[in-house]
């Protein structure tokens, strides 16, 4: 499975982007994951959405101001980002995982994106 991510920028305080992942190679029954990694952090959870994208989830920062969803018939995820703030600056990945349930460790999921830039300006 190949992921390809973007929509990445630079964007200012309180503005919006909209992050997408196309998926190739595969049959897209995954759960697919954002997470994201700021310079000199670990590497964390954003959000995760099931195979069937009936169940989502998110790091509690940025419940109310993230959204995730799914396509299936386009193979795509996104990741659509309101109220921005400085704290979301961090390359952006999108990860696959052939898991049933969802999971927010990023050891467990097995495929990923190249990343995608998202710095917010104060």
């Known amino acids: 499975v190949q992921l390809q991510a973007s929509g990445g920028g630079l964007v200012q305080a309180g503005g919006s982007l909209r992050l997408s992942c196309a998926a190739s190679?595969?049959?897209?029954?995954?759960?697919m994951g954002w997470f994201r990694q700021a310079p000199r952090k670990e590497r964390e959870f954003v959000a995760a959405?099931?195979?069937?994208?009936?169940?989502?989830y998110y790091k509690d920062s940025v419940k109310g101001r993230f959204t995730i969803s799914r396509d299936n018939v386009k193979n795509a995820v996104y990741l659509q980002m309101n109220s921005l703030k400085p704290e979301d600056t961090a390359v952006y990945y999108c990860a696959a995982d052939m898991a049933i349930v969802i999971r927010r460790t990023h050891q467990d999921y097995d495929y990923w994106g190249q990343g995608t830039l998202v710095t917010v300006s104060s």
């Open positions: 190679g595969g049959t897209f029954n995954y759960v």
């Open positions: 959405i099931s195979n069937n994208g009936g169940t989502t």
